[in-house]
Nanobody, 112 residues
Framework: QVQLVESGGGLVQPGGSLRLSCAVS????????MGWYRQAHEKQRELVAA?????STIYADSVKGRFTISRAENTVYLHMNSLKPEDTAVYYC????????WGQGTQVTVSS
């Protein structure tokens, strides 16, 4: 089993920054992929960014140049800059290796 615990969401004004963290514990294997997804109200969950244990990254076009994903040991971060109201969503941490695991989600609200 794998457990994911997220933190760092909140309310921020447009143009502001936030950092999300996700601590991953349990049966963790090399070759995994950790990432962030988000789900806005009445919309489908979408990939925001993901990073393999080898360092390869992928970003949604809508966040390129504004968001950065990073990893340190078994924690994955999402550094979010120049936030826009359309970034408002519940953000979920994701771990994939053979199976897929999800965090509980953390709300990010971008509003003045």
């Amino acid at each position: 089993q794998v457990q994911l615990v997220e933190s760092g969401g909140g309310l921020v004004q447009p143009g502001g920054s936030l950092r999300l963290s996700c601590a991953v514990s349990g049966r963790i294997f090399s070759g995994n992929v950790m990432g962030w997804y988000r789900q806005a109200h009445e919309k489908q969950r979408e990939l925001v960014a993901a990073m393999s244990s080898g360092g390869s990254t992928i970003y949604a076009d809508s966040v390129k140049g504004r968001f950065t994903i990073s990893r340190a040991e078994n924690t994955v971060y999402l550094h979010m800059n120049s936030l826009k109201p359309e970034d408002t969503a519940v953000y979920y941490c994701n771990y994939r290796w053979a199976s897929e695991y999800w965090g509980q989600g953390t709300q990010v609200t971008v509003s003045s």
